[in-house]
Each structure stands twice: as C-alpha cells, then as structure tokens.
C-alpha cells in the first residue's frame, strides 16, 4: 500500500487527492483481479490501474484541478536523445553538468529535492519514481504506464536531466554553486 | 569530455555514445555484455562521465529517501473498509 500511495502522492502533490486515487484504485485492481492471468505481474498491473485512473476519471472528479496538472499529462515527449536535449540548456548549466558536484545534492534540503520532482511533467516524474524509487524495470514500468519500453527510457534520460536542471536552479538560486569551479572541492 | 583511446582492448564508445547509455547502465537495463564492458571502460578513463554517473547515483539514492511515503492510517482503514465490502 505504501509505494501505492507514494506514487499517488506524487502524481497528485496532495496528500487527500493521493488517499482518493488510491482507493479507488485498490477497489478496481480488486474487483478485476480475476482478469489478471499472471500473478507475477500483479506489481505493474497494479500500478497500471492506478495510473489509467489518475489519467481520466480522477482528473475529471478532482475538487482541485490546475490547467499546469492537465497541460502536463500530455506532455511532448518525443524520443529526443540526451545529446540533443543538452543542445537546448544554458552554457552555465551545462559547464557544471560536465563535471557536476555530488556535493551539491548534500546542501539541497530533501524537500527540495521533492520539489524538483514535483515540478517534473506527469509523464518523467511517474517513469522515475516507478523506476527508481519502486524498483520496476523498463518492461515492467512500460506496463504500468502503458506505453512501449523505449518511451520509459527516453523518459528515463530526459526526466532525469531536467531533474538535474532543475536542482542546479535551485542551487544557484541559493547561491550553492560556483560555476567556474570544475574540481568539485567547493560548491 | 574524453576522447581517449582503449588500450586494454575493449572499444571505446566515446562519451556521445556513453551518454545515450548512461541511464540504462545506472538502471542496470544494460544488459548486452559487450555494451557493459565498454560503458565501463569509458568510464574508467573519462573523468566527466564518471562524475556524472557519481552524481546520479546519488542523486537516485535521494530520490528513493525523500519518495517513500507511509499511507496515512485513515487510508490503511478505508482501504480494509473498502476490501470488506466485497
């Protein structure tokens, strides 16, 4: 239940919102779990059931919608590589991302860090946490999210680069970076 | 970033090439032998691509502390509730 409601969490960012989806998500997966042939699927399927509902019934009923929550579903995506997507970000940026401080992470509060995620698209931030934090592997995250496995890595790059943007925004808001300094020794 | 040549007889990919493959090697969705010896390879000489990659893992094992979550006990209930009924 715990990685259920993690998940609804940070798909919704709110916190009764997220205790709604997982409901009625634990209510559909068990009036369905006849149809589920192989029990060794149960994880993704049951991420699946999850998902699909936020994506239609529950952005329908939500008391409280935003137009930046709806925009971000249908996200662009494409199948762009990292390469390219690197092509679009600042030189500042990109001179740390060449030699990036694993300090700087250690100055970032974890609620930052949740923050930077929270303001991923729907679409990155579900492939990432479904990943990393749960443990799926592409096939199985490709499953759940129903899509093919080649968008959850495209996902996989792109989302985690801007998740990287993003927390080196934060950092250089606060002053943690130096971005002339590429031996790592000072942030 | 590097453009080093392997001397240990393994190719090297060249970091456009490690690039396209970082996040599978990290994810361990790499799983094709040779593509996981030269990914490592190049990661051995090339110092920005290992910084990266030292980078994402730590900022994959912030991710995984800041994300779990605990269901609220009134969740927990609902949900027994809810399983009841049928």
């Known amino acids: 239940m715990d990685p259920l409601y993690g998940v609804a969490l940070r798909l919704t960012r709110n ?3 997220a205790e709604d989806l997982v409901a009625e998500a634990v209510a559909k997966a068990w009036a369905a779990i006849d149809a589920l042939e192989d029990r060794a699927r149960f994880r993704p399927w049951l991420f ?3 998902h699909n509902y936020f994506l239609s019934d529950y952005r329908k009923k939500s008391v409280r919608p935003t137009e930046e929550h709806l925009e971000e579903v249908f996200v662009d995506e494409g199948e762009g590589d990292v390469y390219s997507l ?5 030189d500042e940026f990109l001179k740390w991302w060449a030699n990036p401080e694993k300090a700087l992470l250690n100055n970032l509060l974890g609620e930052k860090i949740m923050s930077a995620i929270d303001g991923l698209p729907a679409a990155f931030r579900t492939a990432i946490l479904l990943v990393n934090v749960e443990g799926l592997t ?3 995250a490709a499953e759940a999210l129903g899509v093919p496995s080649g968008t959850v890595r495209s996902r996989m790059k792109r989302g985690r680069t801007m998740l990287q943007k993003a927390l080196w925004e ?3 808001d606060a002053g943690l970076t130096v971005s002339d300094n590429m031996d790592g020794s000072e942030i | 970033m590097s453009d080093a040549t392997d001397d240990a007889g393994t190719d090297d990919i060249g970091c456009l090439e490690a690039l396209e493959a970082f996040y599978a090697y990290l994810d361990g969705e790499l799983d094709n032998p040779e593509s996981i010896a030269n990914f490592e390879h190049h990661m051995s000489h090339c110092r920005s691509c290992f ?3 030292e980078m ?3 900022l994959t094992a912030h991710i995984q ?5 605990r269901a609220p006990d009134a969740l927990r209930s609902r949900l027994r509730d809810l399983i009841d009924k049928f």
């Open chain 1, 15 to 17: 916190s009764a919102d």
């Open chain 1, 48 to 50: 699946r059931i999850l």
């Open chain 1, 86 to 90: 690197l092509n679009d970000q600042p």
């Open chain 1, 138 to 140: 592409y096939d199985e």
């Open chain 1, 170 to 172: 934060q950092a250089r």
């Open chain 2, 51 to 53: 910084s990266r990659a």
């Open chain 2, 56 to 58: 994402e893992r730590a």
């Open chain 2, 65 to 69: 502390k800041s994300s779990k979550s």
